[in-house]
């Protein structure tokens, strides 16, 4: 595990979390623009390059859940209020869509969303939930 | 005669193959079966934008020596992709949980070594226009079709 990134829909960073992070090419922010951009888009050229699609988008249009490099592995959930969790893992790790999703159902929603001295939009700094989500972590490893 | 010195089977079937340069420019499209067929204009901006995502991704690496994306995994289908040593990415667009395309990727690029880098009238980085590299390629796509029918 090495780090993970929440993105709201208007492309902002509202936690960036490290564990374990031996290079960082750029600044934090311009790290963080260039990977919301990418998601971007790879989602669009994700649902163009689509082989399947029946072309009358009434079923929702494909979009990319992980890729993989050589040296990491990026997991990817977007969740329909724009919500992008994003994670960064050792390239050797299987399917993290349920872990993904468990930790904006059962950590992102319980200790941020449901704390009263939250605003949505903004970023976040939260102890429950930075202990929710390392300890969650761990029992993934 | 099929000379391939990998012996590629792969288990499940293609949708379609883009070769782009060392500069991202597509030099080689086919498509096997995917039910929206892409024309020119379509498949030379979605092989740029391939080419900047590859680049991207190395950037945002958070340990040093990442070479790019190898396989990207969406709802509907696998990307494989292989670079090599002279940044030239051959990518397949295929199945949900094919196996054997890396294999096949890399009998393609030999292939492309054969028929296409020693063809004396080939120009390095320009479209691939060589009938010998279509006629291998075919029949080492359909070939592993066939074996599924």
């Not at chain 1, 929702?60 to 992980?66: E, G, M, Q, R």
């Not at chain 1, 904006?104 to 202990?131: A, D, H, T, W």
């Not at chain 2, 498509?31 to 024309?39: F, Q």
Request: aromatic letters at 12%; proline letters at 5%; hydrophobic letters at 40%.
């Amino acid at each position: 595990m090495r780090c993970l990134y929440i993105f709201n829909r208007n492309g902002m960073c509202l936690h960036y979390h490290v564990w374990l992070r031996s290079l960082m090419t750029l600044s934090p922010q311009q790290d963080q623009k260039l990977m919301f951009g990418m998601l971007f888009s790879l989602n669009s050229f994700t649902a163009k390059i689509d082989p399947v699609s029946s072309g009358k988008e009434n079923n929702p249009p494909c979009s990319f859940y992980s890729f993989r490099t050589n040296t990491y592995k990026l997991h990817f959930m977007e969740t329909a209020s724009g919500i992008k969790i994003i994670l960064l893992t050792d390239p050797r790790i299987g399917d993290l869509r349920e872990a993904l999703m468990h930790i904006y159902s059962n950590i992102y929603v319980e200790y941020v969303v449901k704390n009263p001295l939250y605003s949505p939009g903004q970023p976040f700094r939260c102890e429950l939930f930075n202990m929710a989500l390392d300890h969650y972590v761990k029992t993934l490893q | 005669m099929d000379p391939p010195l990998f012996f590629s089977r792969a288990m499940a079937s293609i949708y379609n193959l883009f070769i782009i340069n060392k500069s991202g420019g597509l030099i080689y499209y086919k498509d096997y079966g995917s039910t929206a067929k892409l024309d020119t204009n379509d498949s030379l901006r979605l092989a740029s934008l391939w080419h900047s995502m590859h680049a991207i991704s190395k950037q945002l690496s958070p340990t040093p020596g990442c070479t790019g994306i190898e396989l990207l995994q969406a709802t509907a289908f696998d990307l494989h992709c292989f670079q090599s040593l002279t940044e030239t990415k051959f990518f397949v667009v295929a199945e949900s949980g094919a196996i054997g395309i890396e294999a096949l990727l890399k009998t393609i690029y030999e292939l492309y070594t054969d028929y296409v880098l020693k063809n004396p009238f080939y120009e390095v980085e320009m479209p691939i226009r060589c009938e010998l590299f279509d006629l291998h390629l075919a029949r080492l796509i359909l070939r592993d079709k066939s074996v599924l029918v």
